[in-house]
């Protein structure tokens, strides 16, 4: 029987593993969580994946403002289109997830940001909304497309 993976960036014990962890057991407790422990070592693990029978879900903290991020993003991407069971979940980063609220981000940016600039349609866009419970939808229907 085919099982369901979630890799993971973050090493055991650390938050977004902590979370991942515990979200899975509630909403879906055959999906297996496993750590990769960083970025780089997650793209070596798609690119060597040998095993079509299993599934695997790829979270991966999406960022444009950090050159290495985005260059892993573009490999993650082109070796996971090779595979078909091989499937990426777009967010930006759990902790954006859990915690972005107006005040957050007014918090942490000056006003002058250049990167409160480039992601203020994307902050203006997801204020008002509860971004745990997109996460939400977005992983229900990841697995009903498995």
């Known amino acids: 029987m085919a ?18 962890t515990s979200f899975m057991e509630q909403l879906c407790p055959y999906v297996i969580v496993e ?3 960083n970025n780089s070592e997650l793209v070596k693990a ?13 979270v991966f903290d999406n960022s444009f403002d950090n050159l290495q991020i985005v260059m892993e993003q573009k490999y993650l991407k082109k070796y996971a289109d090779e595979k078909k069971n091989v499937f990426l979940l777009d967010i930006i980063c759990f902790e ?5 609220f107006k005040e957050l981000i ?23 909304l509860c971004k745990l419970y997109r996460m939400i939808i977005l992983i229900i229907r990841k697995f009903k497309k498995l």
């Open 3 to 20: 099982k369901t993976y979630l890799w993971i960036e973050d090493r055991k014990g650390k938050a977004s593993y902590t979370f991942w």
């Open 96 to 100: 954006y997830i859990l915690l972005e």
């Open 35 to 37: 750590s990769k422990k």
């Open 106 to 128: 007014e918090w942490i940016y000056a006003s002058e940001d250049e990167f409160l600039e480039k992601r203020a349609g994307m902050i203006e866009e997801d204020i008002n």
């Open 46 to 58: 798609v690119k060597a994946l040998q095993d079509a029978e299993n599934k695997y879900i790829i």
